[in-house]
C-alpha cells in the first residue's frame, strides 16, 4: 500500500491503514539507523506533521483533524510497530497538546494549538528530575510567584524530546501546590544538555532541561491552580500512559512479524524454525497477547471517547498489560533469532531495548501495580 | 438509578469507596479519600452525567468539598451562572 497521508490533504483518511502504509514507507525502513544516530532525522518530524499525525485529536478549528482516542491509539500502535522513538515523541508532543486542548485559556489556544496541530511548534512534557521520578512529590523545581507572572528554577531530567521541543510543559512546586506552565525554548534562563546512549528508544533526543531564573508571564499557567492543579498532572499522564500502552502493542506486534518472516526461512537440520513447537508456542503467545492487549488499549480510548472517569484505572491496566507483554516478547523474539537477535543486522534487539523502556516510563510498573491492587481492595471492601 | 443530582453524585462516590456512609453535606475531604487521581475522576464524572464542563476557574476545592456544594455547581452551570 502507497502512502496517502502526505499526498492528498483535503481528502486523506487518518485511519489505522493509512497510518500503517506511512509507516511502512517512511518510518520502518529507518528505524535501526535512528536508533544508532541517536535523533530523528527533521525531514521525518516535517513529514508526519504533513501527515497530520502530531496532534490529530486537536479539533479542526486549531488545526487538528477532531480524530477520536481509539484512532489515536491506533495510530500510536502502528507508529510504535515502527520505531518506539518516533512513537515516544508522538507521545510527549501529544500530552502537551492535550493538557493544552483540556486546559488552556482561549489566549494559549489560539497561540499554540494551531502550531502544535501542524508540528511547527513541537512539545516536551517535564516532570521528571534527578532525585524525582513518579514520586511527583519530590520535585524540587519551584515555581515563583512575582510581578503577576511566574519565576521558574530547577532541572529536569529525562525530558524526551527535550533536544529538539519548542515549548516545554513544565510541572514545578507552586505555592500551594503543583502547577504547570508552558514554557517556549528560547526564554532566556532556559538551556538544554543532551542525553545520549540510553539503553532504549535511543533516537528520542532525550535531554536534561534547566531553568535558571526564568521570567515567565501569567499566561504560562496552565490550568487551574489550587487543589486542581493535580489534575492537570493526571491528566496528562493519562494520556501519555495511554500512548505508551497503545506502542507497547505495537513492539509486540514487530516482535510477531520479525519471529514469523525470520522463522520461515531460518533452518536448523534442514527443518525450518516454523516447523518447531517450541517456536510456535513462542507465536501463539504473542499472537493471543498482542490481540488482549490491543483490546485492552480499545477499551481505555473508548472510555475516554466517551468521558468515562472509568478510564483511568482501564488505561493503568492496558499500560501495564502491554508493556509486560512487550518485555516478554521481546526477549522471546531475541530468543527465537538467537545471534541474530543479538545483531544491528535484525530489529529485534532494538525491541528488545525499547520494550524495556515501556515497563519505567510514565509510571513504572511497580507503581502501576500498587495502584491496580489498590483500587482492587478499595472495590472489595465493605 | 437515583433521581436526584445529589443522589447520583453520593452514589458515585460510595460505590468508588464501598465503605464510606456519607451525608450530602459531610465534607469529603476531611474522610482522607481525595487525590489527585479521585478528584480528576469526580470532574469527569460530574461532566459526564450532567453533560456540562466545568472551567478552570469553578475548580476550586469548595465547589468539591460536599455532595451539596457539587450539586449546587451542577447547578449553576445548567444555569449559566458561573463565574469567568
Known amino acids: 500500500m502507497t502512502d496517502q497521508l502526505t499526498q492528498s490533504p483535503a481528502t486523506r483518511v487518518l485511519d489505522r491503514a493509512a497510518v500503517r502504509a506511512f509507516v511502512d514507507q517512511h518510518i520502518s525502513p529507518g528505524a535501526d539507523a535512528f536508533d544508532r544516530a ?39 500502535e502502528e507508529v510504535g510497530r515502527g520505531c518506539s522513538s518516533v512513537r515516544s515523541l508522538l507521545t510527549v508532543h501529544g500530552m502537551l497538546s492535550w493538557a493544552l486542548q483540556r486546559w488552556g485559556s482561549a489566549a494559549q489556544l489560539e497561540r499554540w494549538g494551531p502550531r502544535l496541530a501542524s508540528g511547527r511548534t513541537l512539545g516536551a512534557f517535564c516532570l521528571s528530575e534527578p532525585g524525582a521520578g513518579s514520586d511527583t512529590g519530590a520535585i524540587t523545581t519551584c515555581a515563583v510567584p512575582r510581578g503577576g507572572g511566574w519565576v521558574l528554577d530547577g532541572c529536569k531530567k529525562w525530558i524526551t524530546g527535550g533536544r529538539r521541543a519548542d515549548l516545554f510543559l513544565v510541572f514545578a512546586r507552586g505555592p500551594a501546590s503543583t502547577v504547570a506552565l508552558l514554557v517556549p525554548r528560547e526564554t532566556p534562563g532556559v538551556s538544554v544538555r543532551p542525553i545520549d546512549d540510553m539503553l532504549g528508544t535511543r533516537a528520542s533526543m532525550l535531554a536534561e532541561v534547566a531553568f535558571d531564573n526564568v521570567v515567565l508571564g501569567p499566561d504560562a499557567l496552565l490550568g487551574p491552580s489550587g487543589f486542581a492543579s493535580g489534575m492537570v498532572l493526571t491528566g496528562t499522564l493519562d494520556l501519555g500512559r495511554y500512548s505508551v500502552a497503545a506502542g507497547s502493542v505495537g513492539i509486540v506486534q514487530a516482535c510477531l512479524d520479525a519471529c514469523a518472516a525470520y522463522t520461515s526461512q531460518r533452518t536448523v537440520g534442514g527443518v525450518l524454525l516454523r516447523e518447531m513447537p517450541l517456536i510456535r508456542a513462542k507465536l501463539s503467545d504473542m499472537v493471543t497477547d498482542v490481540r488482549a492487549a490491543r483490546l485492552l488499549v480499545a477499551e481505555a480510548g473508548r472510555l475516554k471517547d466517551a468521558g468515562d472517569s472509568a478510564t483511568i484505572m482501564a488505561t493503568w491496566v492496558a499500560k501495564y498489560f502491554a508493556s509486560t507483554a512487550a518485555a516478554r516478547h521481546a526477549t522471546e523474539a531475541v530468543q527465537v533469532h538467537g545471534a541474530n537477535g543479538c545483531s544491528p543486522d535484525f530489529p529485534v534487539a532494538r525491541y528488545f531495548r525499547d520494550a524495556k523502556v515501556m515497563e519505567i516510563i510514565e509510571g513504572s510498573n511497580e507503581v502501576q501495580r500498587t495502584t491496580i491492587a489498590a483500587e482492587a481492595y478499595r472495590r472489595c471492601a465493605s | 438509578m437515583p433521581d436526584t443530582d445529589s443522589a447520583r453524585i453520593l452514589a458515585f462516590i460510595t460505590d468508588r469507596f464501598p465503605q464510606t456512609d456519607i451525608t450530602e453535606s459531610e465534607d469529603i475531604f476531611s474522610l482522607g479519600y481525595i487525590n489527585s487521581l479521585f478528584a480528576m475522576e469526580l470532574v469527569m464524572f460530574l461532566e459526564k452525567t450532567f453533560a456540562l464542563t466545568i472551567p478552570n476557574d469553578e475548580l476550586f476545592i469548595d465547589n468539591f468539598r460536599t455532595a451539596k456544594s457539587m450539586t449546587e455547581l451542577v447547578g449553576r452551570l445548567r444555569s449559566g451562572t458561573v463565574a469567568g
Not at chain 1, 66 to 75: A, H, K
Open chain 1, 38 to 76: 541517536g535523533a530523528i532525522p527533521q525531514e521525518l518530524l516535517d513529514r508526519i506533521g504533513e501527515a497530520g499525525l502530531w496532534a490529530p485529536f486537536l479539533p479542526p478549528e486549531l488545526g487538528g483533524r477532531g480524530t477520536d482516542l481509539v484512532t489515536l491509539g491506533e495510530i500510536h
